[in-house]
């Protein structure tokens, strides 16, 4: 499986951004897919998850609330639509695909590049 991550950009503090991981691969429906982050000088940490098919998900604290993680499997891909956005959002995302809903980045075996997304005060 591959993933491309796309759709960040620079947006104002309260604004909101959509990010899609489209992926490759006829197997993807079977795997659940979760949104990582790493900020500069920081760890890579989990933000959202979604099972295989859609009916559980997961959301680290800072972003519920603020986050929804859906997917389309018919076009292999996962949206994160991310509103009242905050200057400490700001990061690299990044999407990964796995066996399970996790939140360890460990979990996850295939990861798609990132997208920047910074958000200004």
């Known amino acids: 499986v591959q993933l491309q991550a796309s759709g960040g950009g620079d947006v104002q503090a309260g604004g909101s951004l959509r990010l899609s991981c489209a992926a490759s691969g006829r197997s993807f429906s079977f795997y659940a897919v979760g949104w990582f982050r790493q900020a500069p000088g920081k760890e890579r940490e989990f933000v959202t998850g979604i099972s295989w098919s859609g009916g559980s998900t997961n959301y680290a604290d800072s972003v519920k609330g603020r986050f929804t993680i859906s997917r389309d499997n018919a076009r292999s891909t996962v949206y994160l639509q991310m509103n009242s956005l905050k200057p400490e959002d700001t990061a690299l995302y990044y999407c990964?695909?796995?066996?399970?809903?996790?939140?360890?980045?460990?979990?996850?075996?295939?990861w798609g590049q990132g997208t920047q997304v910074t958000v200004s005060s």
């Open positions: 990964a695909a796995g066996d399970v809903l996790a939140i360890r980045t460990y979990e996850y075996r295939y």
